[in-house]
C-alpha cells in the first residue's frame, strides 16, 4: 500500500467519523416531534469541497449510514446514503465542472 492511499485512507475514515459526531453530538432537536437538525449534510459538502467526489461521498455514505444502522434508523439507511450520493454528485457537477477545481479555498468560501 502506497502512502498516498494510505493518507487518502486515513484521511476518508477520519472525515465520516466527523459527519457521524455532527450528526449524534451537535444536533438541535426539533420542538413537539423527534426531528432534529444537525451538521451532517453541512459537513458532506465541505467533505467533497475538500477530498473530492469520490473521497467526500465514500465518507457522507460511511459517516451517515453508520448513524442511521447504530440509532434505529436502520429501515431509511439506504435512503440516506442515496440522497448523500445525490449530494456529492450535485456538488461535482456545480463545483468541480462550473468552477477550477484545483482552487479548493474558494470553493469553500464560495459554498460559505
Given at each position: 500500500?502506497?502512502?498516498?492511499?494510505?493518507?487518502?485512507?486515513?484521511?476518508?475514515?477520519?472525515?465520516?467519523?466527523?459527519?457521524?459526531?455532527?450528526?449524534?453530538?451537535?444536533?438541535?432537536?426539533?420542538?413537539?416531534?423527534?426531528?432534529?437538525?444537525?451538521?451532517?449534510?453541512?459537513?458532506?459538502?465541505?467533505?467533497?469541497?475538500l477530498?473530492?467526489?469520490?473521497?467526500?461521498?465514500?465518507?457522507?455514505?460511511?459517516?451517515?449510514?453508520?448513524?442511521?444502522?447504530?440509532?434505529?434508523?436502520?429501515?431509511?439507511?439506504?435512503?440516506?446514503i442515496?440522497?448523500?450520493?445525490?449530494?456529492c454528485?450535485?456538488?461535482?457537477?456545480?463545483?468541480?465542472?462550473?468552477?477550477?477545481?484545483?482552487?479548493?479555498?474558494?470553493?469553500?468560501?464560495?459554498?460559505?
Amino acid at each position: 500500500m502506497k502512502n498516498t492511499d494510505l493518507r487518502d485512507l486515513v484521511q476518508t475514515s477520519l472525515f465520516a467519523a466527523l459527519i457521524y459526531l455532527g450528526v449524534s453530538v451537535f444536533r438541535i432537536p426539533m420542538p413537539f416531534t423527534t426531528q432534529f437538525v444537525h451538521f451532517g449534510n453541512a459537513l458532506v459538502v465541505i467533505g467533497c469541497l475538500l477530498f473530492g467526489t469520490k473521497q467526500g461521498a465514500i465518507a457522507a455514505s460511511i459517516g451517515l449510514g453508520l448513524f442511521d444502522i447504530l440509532n434505529n434508523y436502520a429501515d431509511v439507511a439506504w435512503l440516506t446514503i442515496l440522497e448523500s450520493l445525490i449530494v456529492c454528485y450535485v456538488i461535482h457537477l456545480v463545483y468541480e465542472k462550473a468552477m477550477n477545481k484545483n482552487d479548493k479555498i474558494t470553493n469553500i468560501i464560495t459554498v460559505g
